[in-house]
């Protein structure tokens, strides 16, 4: 599969804990970049597509007729399957009635809702628009507006969360017309206003985050909810074809200011410079600084997923040493419930998600050992 990736980098309000390249929405601005982005499309013409997907930034604070240029834009340009997925964000106090039906006549089919909490004083905490009963709203009109594919994103470990107000949210989201879950532990990045010693402070420690994480894998699966990646679920046959895409090795082209691609053997970005991008006459594409290579990164994206990592294709990157290698190390792991091992497939389990990074490392290591 091949995913398009489109950055909308616009917000209303700008959230204390993002660290996405964005700015403060203007009309004239937002149209001016959607010319800019129809130029962009038309050097890719022709080019095959699966998937769409709007992030940011807030996609959903554009005019309707703005979005529309650029869906047109990406019709006339790419190549897009009749069955793709195309999936725009959205912020539940951004979207009405009328801008959700509107979505649904330009062909998209999947909404991703910022929620992050039912708690009205975790939203107040975040930063977020709206509250609980807003975005209860939005997600019933999305579905009366015809999507059947809608999914809702659930903040883990903000300032005063509970298990209880956490399971709270759970249960208030999983009664609503949603079929995918995407659950983010809450990470404070350097240089946003999250990044003090207060803030710190008063966010979940990691045994806190851990029995959260771990109470929530299990809450949703109880729902319907089945765990595919570490931090998203999906009731059957709604997993996000797109982030797939990136998850499995796929092809993406990345359009907008801080956008990245790995298109043809090449991984590339775009600078985060909204105006150098209005003004230029095509996006600027630079190599980023370590070229793609399956071998380096198939254990690292494979192990995102609970399908994990396959036998054959361990041969076919490491040879069988390090596929040896691999599998008598993930074995220890095993004996510690952190991993699945079978003839077929190396898997983390939800314990092990909480680690992976170091059993990632580990892994890696145990390859390049094998070569000395």
């Known amino acids: 599969m091949r995913g398009i990736y489109v950055h909308i980098p616009f917000c209303l ?27 962009n499309f038309k050097a890719y013409s022709g080019v095959k597509a699966d998937t769409v997907y709007f992030g940011g930034g807030t996609p959903s604070c554009l005019p309707e007729s703005t979005l529309g240029r650029i869906v047109s834009g990406l019709k006339e340009s790419f190549d897009i399957a009749g069955n793709a997925e195309i999936t725009i964000e959205a912020n539940p ?35 977020r628009l709206h509250d609980a009963d807003t975005a209860k709203r939005a997600i019933n009109a999305a579905h009366d507006a015809g999507f059947e594919n809608i999914s809702a994103d659930l903040m883990i470990g903000v300032a005063g969360q509970t298990k209880d107000s956490l399971q709270r949210s759970i249960d208030t989201i999983t009664a609503l017309p949603v079929s995918h879950i995407s659950a983010y532990m809450l990470k404070i990045e350097p240089g946003t206003p999250f990044d003090n010693e207060h803030t710190r402070a008063a966010t979940a420690d990691d045994e806190l985050m851990r029995g959260m994480y771990l109470s929530l894998v299990k809450s949703l699966a109880e729902r319907g909810f089945a765990q595919y990646e570490i931090s998203n679920f999906a009731k059957a046959g709604f997993e996000s074809r797109h982030n797939l895409v990136y998850w499995t090795g796929g092809e993406y082209i990345g359009f907008g200011p801080a956008a990245h691609s790995l298109y043809k053997g090449r991984r590339f970005y775009v600078p985060g410079d909204l105006e150098k991008y209005i003004s230029s006459p095509t996006q600027p594409e630079l190599d980023e600084d370590e070229p793609y290579s399956e071998r380096e990164e198939y254990i690292m994206l494979a192990l995102r997923l609970t399908s994990g990592l396959d036998a054959g294709k361990l041969i076919s990157l490491y040879g069988q040493q390090g596929a040896d290698r691999v599998t008598a190390l993930a074995r220890r792991y095993e004996k510690a419930g952190l991993c699945h091992v079978t003839p077929e497939r190396i898997s983390l389990t939800p314990e092990g998600f909480l680690v992976s990074n170091s059993i990632i490392v580990e892994l890696m290591e145990a390859i390049e050992q094998g070569k000395r």
């Open 13 to 39: 309000q700008k959230c204390p804990y993002c660290d996405f390249y964005s700015v403060r929405f203007d009309e004239g601005t937002a149209d001016a970049y959607a010319d800019a982005l129809v130029r």
């Open 93 to 127: 106090c951004t979207v009405t009635p009328q801008k959700l039906r509107a979505y649904r006549d330009m062909g998209i089919d999947r909404i991703s809702f910022g929620v992050q909490s039912a708690d009205d004083n975790e939203l107040r905490g975040l930063g």
